[in-house]
């Protein structure tokens, strides 16, 4: 419960998922959030290439499905609506779809600041992203501006996963789930389990520097959630899950794969873009 308590604040709903608050060491200490790319939509990018938003210049905003927990930590999801702006996703390949994207390829970040709204049903959108107010957020252990944010996994570590699943009636705040985490080769030998049965996910190569894999329950709704160690720390997103023999799996975007992918993208922007880009995740960066 503690363990919860320390990052229950920096999960949220993404529209038919979630999302998790990664960090808030940025020039403006909004929320940078990571979720899952189908999760958004992957038609809904402006580009499938590797790119991101000029969100201080091109509002992509949106309320509609965006809730994080009260800023008091009460448990219960408000109608409360918080403002949305996708910024960088990866290259998506022009054959994949949102049930057959790679996990690789599965991500995305994000930026949430104050603006707010009471839901009424209707499409609002926000304004342009607001810089001038950090974030305002449940966060009592300060994890979002903590030295390390994030860790990359260790093998048979105890793990606590949190999203909000679709099913609004049987998790109104949210799911937990706590599990352990597969070795590499477990990992690959259940992928080659999952291709013998048929399963989707056995058609899906297990790539070590890329995710690792879980044996967490989850349930619809909980991609784009997040996956912490003890220590309260970001391992990883959401993206995938199913079952073998009865045994839950799910498979997470490693922090670490995500982090290297960012930085790589970084370094092959102009000064100009590297001035825009840097101010939302400047304290994520090398």
Not at 7 to 27: A, E, L, M, Q
């Amino acid at each position: 419960m503690n363990l919860l308590n320390m990052v229950r604040g920096s999960v949220g709903t993404n529209g038919p998922g979630s999302k998790v608050i990664w960090s808030k060491k940025n020039d403006h200490k909004l929320g940078l959030f990571v979720s899952a790319n189908h999760v958004y939509g992957i038609s809904t990018w402006l580009s499938r290439s590797e790119e991101f938003i000029k969100i201080s210049e091109i509002n992509n905003g949106i309320f509609l499905g965006s809730r994080i927990p009260s800023i008091n930590g009460n448990v219960n999801l408000s109608n409360e609506l918080v403002a949305n702006f996708g910024f960088y996703h990866p290259l998506i390949p022009s054959n994949a779809n949102n049930a057959t994207i790679y996990p690789r390829d599965d991500f995305y970040l994000g930026v949430i600041d104050n603006q707010r709204i009471i839901d009424n049903g209707l499409g609002n959108y926000p304004k342009m992203v607001q810089t001038s107010i950090p974030l305002q957020m449940y966060d009592p252990n300060n994890r979002t501006q903590a030295l390390q944010t994030w860790a990359d996994v260790q093998a048979d570590e105890d793990v606590v996963a949190v999203g909000y699943p679709q099913d609004k009636i049987k998790y109104p705040n949210g799911a937990v789930s706590t599990g352990k985490v597969c070795t590499d080769k477990e990992a690959e030998s259940i992928i080659e389990s999952l291709r013998l049965k048929n399963d989707a996910e056995g058609q899906i190569p297990y790539d070590s520097k890329v995710e690792f894999i879980a044996k967490i329950h989850a349930v619809a709704g909980m991609s784009g959630g997040g996956v912490f160690n003890v220590d309260g720390q970001l391992l990883g997103v959401m993206v995938r899950a199913t079952q073998l023999n009865g045994e839950p799996i799910l498979r997470v975007v490693r922090m670490k794969f995500i982090r290297q992918k960012i930085n790589a993208f970084y370094n092959t922007l102009s000064t100009s873009d590297k001035n825009k880009f840097r101010p939302f995740i400047s304290g994520e960066l090398n």
